[in-house]
């Protein structure tokens, strides 16, 4: 009988997609890897150490564990794997005595021999930083598991971070930038549309750091995306996280004239005061921050914003949190993540005396949020009229609808009629509602180039 292994992810795309690597690791090793936990004889949790929830979650969810068996009858093997693994190690042994391995990011492809000493009892950790690139041995997602996926897909480029920004555990838990060489990257993304994926968001912590090595040299995030935009068949690139400081000129020219470059970027600035920013280590100023979205306006005047803000950072008086909204109001973000300042051990932030109060931070997350969504609800509903091209991904969830994705992120609904999952479609939105547009594709049948369209988009 098949052993079944299930992973649960918290956390950025990153953990998606490591999770889907893992999976295939797994795979390898004789597990069938289902989406169902109960009856499962491995279960990988799969962690995020960014904020004190996200780890507090992890341990909470151990609980559920305790007597857990898998359909085998044997006692299930629980392994920790992501961000709490790497900055805990044996710390989560000692605290979650129920686990039976710890895993960090940079030691996946070792899983096997750590079930393999998981199972005999041996209750090893691994959070080594190997010389060797993980993904050289991490198993390749089989074709039938990527279609299983659909027509969009992640595909991490880069890895780590080097700016250590005073609040973050990124590059503890991650550890230095490292970019994958450009054919590695061009590989799978060729074998991920050979399987039917139109879009392609490439990772990384710092991803508009990437310096992937090509036979020339290193190749920079544009290079890589005019690389990709060459592969035929693929409709459409976007990326994900980018440091403001690391937006060169010529990723502002791809987003010019590159169609397949989506017009969205992800762009976090975290604060609007030059003092906060200073002391987050930020290395730039808020004008800097502003000048910079002026360009990429100039370059792309459709761009969609988002950024993530933390609020409370220590230190944070009302008069900087003023600024903080100032820089919103003066942007205009379609989205954006806005989170409190959670101290994370051992990071430079974290030992300051001047923590602000829960209530402070609780204060200014509520209006900080509600000036975001206020500012999301009226790029939706800018929408509203237009004609968008949108990419079809999957069956909606309500009977006779699908659902897509507008070049600038936001799902977009249609009926099934408007259509097929993988086509790019004119879709005409009637309707926003909350983060989700609504529409339709007139006179599908006066639209006999639409397949050509679509291939070309
Ligand atoms: N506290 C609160 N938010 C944080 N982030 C990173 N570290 C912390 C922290 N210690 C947020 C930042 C980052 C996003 C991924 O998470 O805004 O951009
Ligand atoms: Fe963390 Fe991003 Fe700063 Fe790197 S650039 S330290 S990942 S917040």
Redesign the pocket.
């Known amino acids: 009988m098949t052993k079944r292994a299930f992973i649960k992810s918290y956390g950025?795309q990153m953990n998606v997609y490591d999770a889907q690597r893992m999976a295939g690791q797994l795979e390898a090793a004789g597990y069938a890897v289902t989406d169902d936990a109960e009856g499962a004889d491995l279960v990988l949790l799969n962690t995020c150490h960014?904020?004190?929830k996200a780890a507090e979650k992890v341990y909470s969810e151990l609980g559920r564990w305790k007597d857990a068996r898998g359909a085998s009858g044997e006692r299930t093997i629980v392994g920790v794997a992501g961000c709490v693994a790497q900055a805990e190690g044996a710390e989560i042994i000692a605290r979650a005595p129920r686990v039976d391995f710890v895993v960090g990011p940079q030691a996946y492809h070792r899983l096997p021999s750590l079930i393999d000493g998981a199972s005999r009892g041996e209750k090893p950790v691994d959070t080594d930083f190997p010389a060797e690139d993980k993904f050289d041995h991490l198993a390749k997602p089989t074709r039938r598991a990527i279609a299983a996926r659909g027509v969009t897909a992640f595909l991490t480029v880069q890895e780590g971070c080097d700016k250590f920004?005073a609040?973050?555990?990124?590059p503890y838990t991650r550890g230095a930038e490292v970019s994958r060489p450009v054919d590695a990257v061009v590989d799978e993304a060729r074998a991920l549309v050979d399987a039917g994926v139109r879009e392609i968001t490439l990772l990384g912590q710092n991803v508009n750091a990437y310096h992937g090595a090509d036979a020339g040299g290193a190749v920079g995030l544009a290079g890589l995306v005019r690389r990709l935009a060459a592969i035929e068949g693929l409709a459409r690139i976007r990326y994900t996280?980018s440091h403001p400081n690391d937006m060169t000129v010529d990723l502002l020219d791809a987003h010019r004239d590159e169609e397949k470059l989506m017009p969205y970027l992800h762009l976090?600035v975290?604060a609007g005061a030059d003092r906060i920013l200073k002391a987050m280590n930020r290395k730039h100023t808020a004008a800097d921050y502003l000048r910079l979205i002026e360009a990429i306006r100039a370059a792309r005047p459709d761009m969609a914003l988002s950024?993530?803000?933390?609020v409370g950072?220590p230190g944070e008086t009302d008069a900087d949190f003023e600024a903080t909204l100032a820089l919103v109001r003066e942007v205009g973000y379609a989205s954006a993540?806005?989170?409190?300042?959670?101290?994370?051990p051992g990071?430079p932030?974290?030992g300051s005396t001047d923590q602000v109060s829960e209530a402070v931070k609780s204060e200014r997350l509520q209006r900080l949020q509600s000036l975001l969504s206020e500012q999301s609800a009226v790029f939706n509903r800018a929408q509203v009229g237009r004609t968008l091209p949108v990419l079809v991904e999957k069956a909606g969830r309500r009977e006779g609808q699908r659902v897509g994705r507008s070049p600038y992120l936001q799902p977009v609904h249609i009926p099934e009629s408007a259509g097929a999952v993988g086509e790019i479609v004119d879709v005409h939105v009637h309707a926003s509602e909350g983060n989700s547009l609504f529409g339709d594709v007139p006179r599908r049948d006066a639209q006999p180039d639409r397949a050509a369209r679509s291939a070309a988009a």
Do not use: L, M, N, W
């Open positions: 950025c960014i904020r004190e920004c609040f973050c555990v990124v996280t976090p975290q950024g993530d803000f933390i950072f993540y806005s989170f409190k300042y959670s101290p994370r990071t932030a974290a």
